[in-house]
């Protein structure tokens, strides 16, 4: 049996840019934009890419950049995205805890858990993370978000998440955070390109600011800076709060 991240995005391709939390593609690459100085010679890793909305809006501001994921489905729609307005990305199928690359690029990205918190273990997350640090040439930078560990300390995530479902999009049900691993274990329901319904046990692992700043350290980056995630709208200026459900990460080797 597939883990549920691979049958949660298997055969979603088009529905997948209507999520909610799949909106804000621009101001979050106006961000990392900023965060490399506008050099168009930099070479993206785009960890977890989905149907390519960094990589692709990336790529219309002239960036070179190899998007990779798990899901045939939603690479095939970023493929075609790409086709449709004659953009190239270098779109590959790869299961992030294998990444085959080596000091390959300036930056590498991993947004809205792209990949990274949806594995089984930690020991996976970790697997993901030493990839993304071995992808990276000296220097590089790496920005990802992942969920806030804080937030479900003081907000109800059924209530979060009933507060934030739109229509058509999937459902999540049944939240249990686990304090002992930080999981958040829940129903998660969608209905498929094909109209098929799905039920799915999803868990995710949820992080707290001390631990991601510790993991990186470990894999050698020389600064590690946290703020609150912002849909679309990342920023420096935003000091991390429990309020925040994701947070955003940059770290510098």
Same mark, same amino acid.
């Given at each position: +049996?597939?883990?549920?991240?691979?049958?949660?995005?298997?055969?979603?391709?088009?529905?997948?840019?209507?999520?909610?939390?799949?909106?804000?593609?621009?101001?979050?690459?106006?961000?990392?934009?900023?965060?490399?100085?506008?050099?168009?010679?930099?070479?993206?890793? !785009?960890?977890?890419?989905?149907?390519?909305?960094?990589?692709?809006?990336?790529?219309?501001?002239?960036?070179?950049?190899?998007?990779? /994921?798990?899901?045939?489905?939603?690479?095939?729609?970023?493929?075609?995205?790409?086709?449709?307005?004659?953009?190239?990305? !270098?779109?590959?199928?790869?299961?992030?805890?294998? &990444?085959?690359?080596?000091?390959?690029?300036?930056?590498?990205? +991993?947004?809205?858990?792209?990949?990274?918190?949806? +594995?089984?273990?930690?020991?996976?997350?970790?697997?993901? &993370?030493?990839?993304?640090?071995?992808?990276?040439?000296?220097?590089?930078?790496?920005?990802? #978000?992942?969920?806030?560990?804080?937030?479900?300390?003081?907000?109800? *995530? /059924?209530?979060?998440?009933?507060?934030?479902?739109?229509?058509?999009?999937?459902?999540?049900?049944?939240?249990?955070?686990?304090? +002992?691993?930080?999981?958040?274990?829940?129903? #998660?329901?969608?209905?498929? !390109?094909?109209? !098929?319904?799905?039920? *799915?046990?999803?868990?995710?692992?949820?992080?707290?600011?001390?631990?991601?700043?510790?993991? *990186?350290?470990? &894999?050698?980056?020389?600064?590690? /800076?946290?703020?609150?995630?912002?849909?679309?709208?990342?920023?420096?200026?935003?000091? &991390?709060?429990?309020? /925040?459900?994701?947070?955003?990460?940059?770290?510098?080797?």
């Amino acid at each position: +049996m597939k883990p549920w991240y691979e049958e949660l995005f298997r055969d979603y391709g088009e529905k997948y840019d209507n999520e909610s939390f799949a909106q804000g593609t621009i101001g979050e690459c106006d961000f990392i934009e900023k965060e490399i100085g506008g050099d168009k010679k930099a070479k993206i890793l !785009d960890i977890g890419c989905g149907t390519g909305r960094h990589a692709l809006e990336l790529a219309r501001r002239g960036y070179d950049i190899v998007g990779i /994921d798990l899901s045939a489905s939603l690479l095939n729609k970023a493929k075609a995205k790409a086709s449709a307005e004659s953009l190239h990305v !270098d779109f590959r199928r790869c299961d992030a805890r294998k &990444l085959p690359f080596a000091a390959e690029f300036d930056l590498v990205i +991993m947004l809205c858990e792209g990949a990274f918190p949806l +594995m089984e273990t930690d020991a996976m997350n970790f697997q993901i &993370l030493e990839g993304a640090a071995k992808a990276l040439k000296p220097k590089g930078k790496l920005i990802f #978000t992942t969920l806030n560990g804080l937030f479900p300390l003081f907000h109800s *995530l /059924d209530e979060f998440f009933d507060g934030s479902q739109k229509k058509g999009n999937a459902e999540y049900a049944n939240h249990h955070f686990d304090l +002992m691993t930080f999981r958040d274990h829940n129903i #998660t329901t969608v209905v498929n !390109d094909l109209g !098929d319904r799905k039920e *799915l046990s999803c868990n995710e692992r949820y992080y707290v600011p001390c631990e991601i700043a510790w993991l *990186l350290k470990s &894999l050698d980056f020389s600064t590690v /800076d946290i703020f609150g995630a912002r849909l679309g709208a990342f920023s420096r200026a935003d000091r &991390l709060t429990s309020d /925040d459900f994701e947070m955003l990460v940059v770290a510098t080797k």
